[in-house]
């Protein structure tokens, strides 16, 4: 029969294997302890939403316009992959009643989102985020209890070289007229502006701000500031978000050109970088308020914060900072038949995986190859025996790190190794 060529992964997604996931698990883990620590409790959202959901929060942006996974389902929905978690946890705030419950709602999330975006170290289409959200509570000081919720996590998984950029935007009291002014100060320069900025100028100038093209970069000092023109409730909101971060004792720069990719934000928004870097694909992790997204949404006006960590760059990093992960043994007890001794072997395993973990080397070849199998997967004991052992019930337990080995019974299998 002719070979066919065997079906690679596809672009821009990847396979995170049992050697890496030993590294994800310490990020997942601090990610659900830090969250547990300051009160949010766990949501599962699905990956699929009605492509409407997620068009009608985030129009304007490039993962929701250019990079969204879209698709019709058999019985003709207009349905999306989720390109983030956020529209999807207030769809389910209020689907599940959770709204109804004690304010805020404080959730969180770890799953996959997806992108269809040019891939890259640090950007991928099929990526994983730890996400974040207290929703129903207005108050500027859950911005800063999400804000500390991210450093904490950040720091616990040894990035401690850590910027944090903030800004705030407005909302839809102040921010339409400092669009306005955006724009007139804007326009003028619209030559002079490359071909996605002058097209933002009018749809979305605050993307102006964050324009990252080198002809775009000599009009952006003399832009007008929003935080300059704020309505006095974001005001009061900016300077308490602040003073409560430096009570906290937390560092921020101060940045007036971070405006988020995302429409649907609302006054304070941030971005965490590795100290000393910079650019949309570097943020470790990044969110904001986003006040009016529920009721884009069609449901009741109501307040939300939160943000998202990208666990592929986390993990990338904590890598490249040589974060040390202990290989874990991919079973503790390793059974060790000499001889076709499936049916013992399996049996001697179900005795110890009342007390640990226990594979059996099922192969046909020699102890001696078994014995450097087992060294390899760090399994901690190996259990040997052969058909004369099997007559009498018994094995040889051999510790594989002193070398010691005796013979025991396969009923006291489960004492001696608890
Ligand atoms: P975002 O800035 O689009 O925000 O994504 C959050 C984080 O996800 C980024 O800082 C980055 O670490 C990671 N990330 C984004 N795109 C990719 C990609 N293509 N490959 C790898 N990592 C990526 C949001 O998604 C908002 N929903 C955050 C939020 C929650 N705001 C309020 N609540």
Redesign the pocket.
Known sequence: MPRTAPIKAVRGVRDILPEERALWRVAERAAARVAHRFGYREIQTPVIEHAELIERVGEDTD?VAKELYRFEDRGGRQLALR????AGVVRAYFEGGLNQGPQPARLYLIGP?F?Y?RPQK????Q?F?F???AIGVGSPAVDVEVIELARTWLIEVGLDKLALELNTIGDDQCRPAYLELLRAYYRPLKDKLHPDCQRRLEVNPLRLLDCKVPQCQPFKSRAPKITDHLCEPCATAWAVVRKLLDAAGIDYHLNPYLV???DY?TRTVF?FYPAGASGQ?D??????R?DGLAAAEGWPSTP???????L???TELMASEGEEVVPEPAAEVIVLPDGDLVAEAAEIARVIRVVRSAAVDYEPRSLRAKMRAADKVYARWAVLFNADDAQRRVAQLRDMRTGEQSEVLWSALPELLA
Do not use: I
């Not at 390109?83 to 956020?86: H, M, Y």
């Not at 640090?122 to 289409?125: D, F, I, K, L, S």
């Not at 943020?283 to 904001?288: C, K, T």
């Not at 939300?304 to 990208?310: E, H, K, R, T, Y």
């Open positions: 993962a390109p983030e978690a956020t989102m992108r975006d640090g950007r991928y289409r990526f985020q996400n974040v959200e988020r990719g995302l934000y971005e694909q943020a470790l992790a990044s969110g904001g986003y939300g914060v939160g943000f998202a960590g990208g592929d760059r986390v």
